[in-house]
């Protein structure tokens, strides 16, 4: 259809060079679109395309849309009842009664001199239906990637053609009013034609109007039907909508939860319009067992396209059956590449993985009596030593504490990697920290001292914060026992305090060192631990990395 409706508006633009151009291409238009195979395809795609939509409005739980949305939708409906005086008066008149008008000139005699109020709707109708296709490809393109490179040539294009079809209409208009102040034209041009008779004129707008109330029948019913099927809904019960802000939405069984979000103003990414290609009203969803019913075969491309856990799915395609919670996985405002983007680790999930805990030991007796820029001088050589140490491992930095660190390992790659990058980490921690000793030896009455603590387990890691204080991080018991692993440093007068279970992880073999089983406060059994007194004995980094072969056969 948009093949049809972009050759027959560039025909009209034709008519900024003269009528007679208009006639000569519609010549070979008409050649292309008279067949019976392309009139089948034609007619069957607009009675596929009609039915599609008032089936899309009768899916809609919600009419509550963007503006653009819904001049789509309402653009669409108008079409067939504006449409349908142009298309009886030609195509029907012609293969059904038997008349031949010659097109152009006759049609723009009709528009521009017989009964211009027609020909003001027909330049309408030009517009709706360039508009509404317009609209729908926009929806559909700006979901590809390469979309955003192409869409101000786009909107040129979209912009250029109504306006040149416009153009070309109203000057071949022009002309035919200049020729048709000639009597002599206007006899010797109908006289070549077969005009509809009176009684062929009554019947052909008997079957427009009979066109026009079918259209709008078809419309009115949908949404009658709609608000019966909410009334009997709304009897047998509601399905509560929990959002993170403490907000709670009632609707019908049945409503997505997008329409959930728009029904209540709640504002709610959605690129696409709800239709489950954008990715972007993404959620995650927390229900009782029976609420949620699984995703169906397009969703669940759409969830392995994005890597989606398991809680993970679209608010447009999700239609709760019983009470749920929801979190927007992405801002309201975000465009269709952030659609593109896999759901990471900053939109929460639980993860196995190991955490390092490292503090200055004696540092409130080494600050004293120093200046304050000092001070601040001397934990920024510490800081920048054992932060690239932990990068240089694969680590993450998560924060900074006072004159402490907490690191991140094993986030992307796992609790076994990330228990390797751990003891990698702190072997490098140990060896930058003598380096930085020597370094700093005329400014220091005693050499900087740390203590190591490493542990590994599950925990919920993501995005935490607020505005700009918003950063990734873990949360969760093994925490916890890190950094009371790097407390008992103090006690056993080490550097280092892992436990046995990082270190079973990795694969090595600290069967040399004290192992120590120890209560940590929270916990109901015993811990065991290994003390080394300096970190840099650890094995080194080749035998750290090495795959285990029990981990390969994991």
């Not at 954008?278 to 995703?295: F, K, N, Y």
């Not at 019983?322 to 939109?347: C, H, I, K, N």
């Not at 030593?385 to 993450?396: L, P």
């Not at 305090?497 to 004290?514: H, I």
Request: hydrophobic share 45%; glycine share 10%; charged share 20%.
């Amino acid at each position: 259809m948009l093949a049809y409706v972009a050759m027959h508006l560039l025909n009209h633009a034709v008519g900024l060079v003269s009528l007679e151009a208009m006639e000569d291409v519609l010549w070979y238009i008409f050649r292309i679109w008279s067949n019976r195979p392309a009139q089948a395809l034609l007619y069957g795609s607009f009675l596929v395309h009609y039915a599609l939509a008032l089936w899309a409005l009768w899916e809609r739980r919600s009419l509550r849309l963007r503006l653009s949305e819904i001049s789509q939708i309402v653009l669409g409906f108008a079409i067939p009842v504006l449409l349908a005086r142009h298309v009886v008066g030609t195509r029907i008149s012609d293969d059904f009664f038997h008349t031949d008008t010659g097109y152009y000139s006759y049609l723009l005699w009709v528009y521009f001199v017989r009964s211009p109020g027609l020909g003001y709707l027909q330049m309408l109708v030009l517009v709706v239906a360039w508009a509404h296709a317009m609209i729908g490809l926009h929806f559909w393109l700006r979901v590809k990637p390469w979309y955003a490179r192409l869409r101000s040539v786009a909107l040129v294009v979209a912009v250029l053609v109504p306006v040149l079809s416009l153009l070309g209409m109203i000057e071949a208009g022009r002309q035919v009013i200049a020729l048709a102040s000639n009597p002599d034209w206007t006899q010797q041009a109908f006289a070549r034609m077969t005009l509809p008779s009176p009684q062929t004129q009554r019947t052909l707008q008997a079957i427009v109007d009979g066109l026009s109330w079918f259209f709008g029948s078809a419309v009115a019913a949908v949404l009658l039907a709609r608000c019966i099927r909410y009334a009997w809904r709304r009897r047998h019960g509601l399905v509560r909508i929990g959002y993170p802000d403490g907000r709670f939405v009632d609707v019908t069984p049945g409503t997505s939860v997008l329409e959930a979000s728009r029904i209540a103003g709640i504002p709610h990414a959605s690129v696409c319009g709800g239709r489950g290609r954008c990715s972007t009203c993404r959620v995650r969803a927390r229900a009782q067992l029976g609420s949620l019913d699984p995703p169906d075969a397009a969703e669940q491309r759409v969830l392995q396209r994005i890597g989606a856990f398991q809680n993970v799915r679209l608010a447009c395609q999700l239609r709760p059956r019983g009470p749920v919670e929801v979190t927007p996985l992405l801002p309201p405002f975000s465009a269709a590449a952030d659609g593109r983007r896999r759901v990471d680790v900053a939109q929460g999930s639980e993860r196995e993985i190991a955490i390092l805990f490292a503090d200055i030991r004696g540092f409130t007796a080494l600050a004293e009596g120093r200046l304050p820029y000092d001070v601040v001088y001397l934990l920024n050589r510490y800081f920048a030593a054992v932060g690239r140490a932990i990068e240089a491992a694969g680590g993450h930095v998560d924060k900074f504490i006072g004159d402490g660190v907490m690191a991140l390992f094993g986030v992307s790659s796992g609790a076994a990697a990330g228990c390797r990058q751990a003891l990698a980490a702190a072997r490098l921690m140990s060896e930058r920290l003598e380096a930085l000793n020597r370094s700093l030896q005329a400014d220091l009455e005693q050499p900087l001292r740390i203590g190591i603590g490493i542990h590994c387990g599950p925990v919920i890691v993501g995005e935490m914060g607020y505005g700009n204080a918003a950063a990734i991080t873990a949360i969760g018991d093994v925490v916890n026992t890190a950094s009371r692993l790097e407390g008992l440093c103090k006690i056993y007068g080490c550097e280092l305090v892992v436990s046995d279970e990082t270190v079973a992880r990795t694969g090595l073999d600290l069967g040399g060192f004290p192992r120590r089983d120890i209560e940590i406060r929270g916990r109901r059994q015993v811990m065991a631990v290994r003390t080394l007194e300096r970190a840099a004995d650890l094995p080194g980094q080749g035998a750290i990395n090495a795959r285990q072969p029990e981990e390969a056969t994991a």
